[in-house]
């Protein structure tokens, strides 16, 4: 069974553009989250997915975005990209909402 | 602040030692899930605990889930090189985890 999969692995970017990342889920899981891993901060959730709706949302400024497609797809969105965006940004899977997470491997993303 | 405090940061041991890894909160979590991540790759998930007392064993991996369900612990016995990496908990308030900072684990040959 595939796992998360997650594309670009690696990203590198200037300040002030845009990226959008996506993610794949396990087949048959419908919801997603998405979360933003640095040195400094540690892992922290920006988003969740289920059903083609956002039903949760970290601290993060609407410069993060997402959305969810009908196969369970799912891409995240950051414009107006700053320095401190550079970190590894990962999304997580489940069958259902309040079951357990399964990450994929991230994409690395650089803001020079 | 953390919600999530978790102890030690950093622990760097010899082959053959046992560890205990320690996740604490003034929270109550729904599940608490215990993550291991090696570098360049995303969170594995090791164990989901969800009852307050709730003891899991993973061969010579120990999790137990506190009474209260605001504490965690990891206790791993004979610690060998291929347990290196970051282990991570995380606390579930609906559909959202609150993350430890992590502690990094190094088990020398």
């Known amino acids: 069974k595939a796992g998360v999969t997650q594309t670009p692995r690696y990203l590198i970017k200037t300040r002030g553009q845009q990226v959008t990342l996506s993610c794949s889920p396990i087949?048959?899981?419908?919801?997603v989250s998405w979360y933003q891993q640095t040195p400094g901060q540690g892992l922290q959730f920006l988003f969740e997915?289920?059903?083609?709706?956002?039903?949760n949302k970290g601290n993060f400024p609407g410069r993060f975005s997402g959305r969810q497609f009908s196969n369970s797809r799912s891409e995240m969105n950051v414009s107006t990209l700053e320095l401190g965006d550079s970190a590894l940004y990962l999304c997580?899977?489940?069958?259902?909402?309040?079951?357990?997470?399964?990450f994929g491997d991230g994409t690395r993303l650089s803001i020079l | 602040t953390q919600l999530l405090e978790q102890s030690p940061q950093f622990l760097s041991i010899q082959e053959g030692e046992n560890l205990t890894v320690y996740c604490n909160s003034s929270?109550?979590?729904?599940?608490l899930q215990w993550y291991r991540q090696e570098p360049g790759e995303g969170p594995v998930l090791l164990v989901t605990?969800?009852?307050?007392?709730e003891v899991k064993k993973l061969k010579r991996l120990t999790f137990q889930f506190g009474d209260a369900r605001k504490d965690s612990s990891l206790h791993i016995t004979a610690a060998q090189p291929g347990d290196t990496g970051l282990y991570l908990c995380?606390?579930?308030?609906?559909?959202?985890?609150?993350f430890g900072a992590g502690t990094i684990l190094r088990v020398k040959s």
């Open positions: 997580a899977s489940s069958f259902e909402r309040d079951q357990p997470q399964h």
């Open positions: 087949s048959g899981h419908r919801s």
């Open positions: 997915y289920f059903s083609e709706t956002q039903r």
């Open positions: 929270s109550v979590f729904s599940s």
């Open positions: 605990v969800v009852t307050g007392g």
């Open positions: 995380a606390g579930a308030k609906g559909n959202k985890l609150v």
